[in-house]
T-cell receptor, first 114, second 113 residues
Framework: SQQGEEDPQALSIQEGENATMNCSYKTSINNLQWYRQNSGRGLVHLILIRSNEREKHSGRLRVTLDTSKKSSSLLITASRAADTASYFCATDDYYGGATNKLIFGTGTLLAVQP | DGGITQSPKYLFRKEGQNVTLSCEQNLNHDAMYWYRQDPGQGLRLIYYSQIVNDFQKGDIAEGYSVSREKKESFPLTVTSAQKNPTAFYLC????????????FGQGTRLTVV
């Protein structure tokens, strides 16, 4: 079963604007990760945030985590046409013991118009 | 170059046939995974393996089988028992332990004709 959902399902913005996508999950976690997928390709890891962290930055990416609300957000600043892709959040299997087994959300399709 | 390789990229299968998807990694990772992705949807876990000669079912294992005889290889067989096999299949690997990222192959698109 999928751990949670991303919101919105699709997002269209202009180059230079910021893009924010949200992820909700259902159970306790050790970490939450964000991945990017270009159409028809494999996923690429973007950033990992641990359950005891509230915010993390990597280049133009900013991730927040609120474990009390079981939610995370990914902010992409100053977006570029090359950021067009699907973005997925993934959480680990905290209770299953397989702590590196990832459970993915449903994804947000981001389109950045030049 | 280190990485994870899936082959073939495109695969066509007739109904009633079994087909095997290849996944090889040279990252020295202990854990490997198979996911299925349907159009416009997220990834669903089929099988995963945390160590050689051991593997566990994921959420949608019915109609699929795997083996893990070597650390670097985790082939997935789609059997005739899988009623709706047309999908995009993704293989991934990761180091053991908590808080590790997964590395993905480029996927195999399977179409039943």
């Amino acid at each position: 079963s999928q751990q949670g959902e991303e919101d919105p399902q699709a997002l269209s913005i202009q180059e230079g604007e910021n893009a924010t996508m949200n992820c909700s999950y259902k159970t306790s976690i050790n970490n939450l990760q964000w991945y990017r997928q270009n159409s028809g390709r494999g996923l690429v890891h973007l950033i990992l945030i641990r359950s005891n962290e509230r915010e993390k930055h990597s280049g133009r990416l900013r991730v927040t985590l609120d474990t009390s609300k079981k939610s995370s957000s990914l902010l992409i600043t100053a977006s570029r046409a090359a950021d067009t892709a699907s973005y997925f959040c993934a959480t680990d299997d905290y209770y299953g013991g397989a702590t590196n087994k990832l459970i993915f959300g449903t994804g947000t399709l981001l389109a950045v118009q030049p | 170059d280190g990485g994870i390789t899936q082959s073939p990229k495109y695969l066509f299968r007739k109904e009633g046939q079994n087909v095997t998807l290849s996944c090889e990694q040279n990252l020295n990772h202990d854990a490997m995974y198979w996911y299925r992705q349907d159009p416009g949807q997220g990834l669903r876990l089929i099988y995963y393996s945390q160590i050689v000669n051991d593997f566990q079912k994921g959420d949608i294992a019915e109609g699929y089988s795997v083996s893990r005889e070597k650390k670097e290889s985790f082939p997935l067989t789609v059997t005739s028992a899988q009623k709706n096999p047309t999908a995009f299949y993704l293989c991934a690997s990761s180091p053991q332990g908590m808080n590790t990222e997964a590395f993905f192959g480029q996927g195999t698109r399977l179409t039943v004709v």
